[in-house]
T-cell receptor, first 111, second 114 residues
Framework: DADVTQTPRNRITKTGKRIMLECSQT?????MYWYRQDPGLGLRLIYY???????NKGEISDGYSVSRQAQAKFSLSLESAIPNQTALYFC??????????FGPGTRLTVL | KQEVTQIPAALSVPEGENLVLNCSFT??????LQWFRQDPGKGLTSLLL?????REQTSGRLNASLDKSSGRSTLYIAASQPGDSATYLC?????????????FGGGTRVLVKP
């Protein structure tokens, strides 16, 4: 089984809907991250969490919220989805050592 | 604010040619730099990580160099193969950003033609 899993893998929704993307990991890492990827822009950090009680905004947090339900689970929510949130979303994990492990991504389309 | 740039955005080479991918960053205060490979529909796979004190890292046909003072890293892929076709991303871990957060470049999309 993959170390970092994301559900769903693909989602099409309509403007104004609430969407939750979920991430689970079996690596035992304390740190978890949510990124979005737009064509030609690389990955940009939305939120990150260093442990269950620690949540921090990243570069582009507006319009998003997160929940760290357990060490292994980190969810990203779009309270009211808008078309410019159409993107590829990645979850990642790390411990204190350099490097992050990435999930396979969730492709979200907001119509 | 740290900015990471990758040029070119896309590259096409015949099989067997060496690949040279460039990454530049604006702030030399970094802990490390990573190169990732991204295949369609899949996540990112870490290829090489270079600590700020290192000049290069090698893994098989891959070699990455780091010139921190000039804000540049280069990924070399020797004797390219069609299976090397993918998007390659570089990312820096800035010292001013706490806790292993990464700043990514836009990526170079590589096509190796048989």
């Amino acid at each position: 089984d993959a170390d970092v899993t994301q559900t769903p893998r693909n989602r099409i929704t309509k403007t104004g809907k609430r969407i939750m993307l979920e991430c689970s990991q079996t690596k035992g890492h304390d740190r978890m991250y949510w990124y979005r990827q737009d064509p030609g822009l690389g990955l940009r950090l939305i939120y990150y969490s260093f442990d269950v009680k620690d949540i921090n905004k990243g570069e582009i947090s507006d319009g998003y919220s997160v929940s760290r339900q357990a060490q292994a689970k980190f969810s990203l929510s779009l309270e009211s989805a808008i078309p410019n949130q159409t993107a590829l979303y990645f979850c990642a994990t790390s411990d204190l050592s350099p490097g992050q492990a990435f999930g396979p991504g969730t492709r979200l389309t907001v119509l | 604010k740290q900015e990471v740039t990758q040029i070119p955005a896309a590259l096409s080479v015949p099989e067997g040619e060496n690949l040279v991918l460039n990454c530049s960053f604006t702030d030399s205060a970094i802990y490390n730099l990573q190169w990732f490979r991204q295949d369609p529909g899949k996540g990112l796979t870490s290829l090489l990580l270079i600590q700020s004190s290192q000049r290069e890292q090698t893994s098989g046909r891959l070699n990455a160099s780091l010139d921190k003072s000039s804000g540049r890293s280069t990924l070399y892929i020797a004797a390219s193969q069609p299976g090397d076709s993918a998007t390659y991303l570089c990312a820096v871990n800035p010292i001013k950003a706490a806790g292993n957060k990464l700043t990514f470049g836009g990526g170079t999309r590589v096509l190796v033609k048989p």
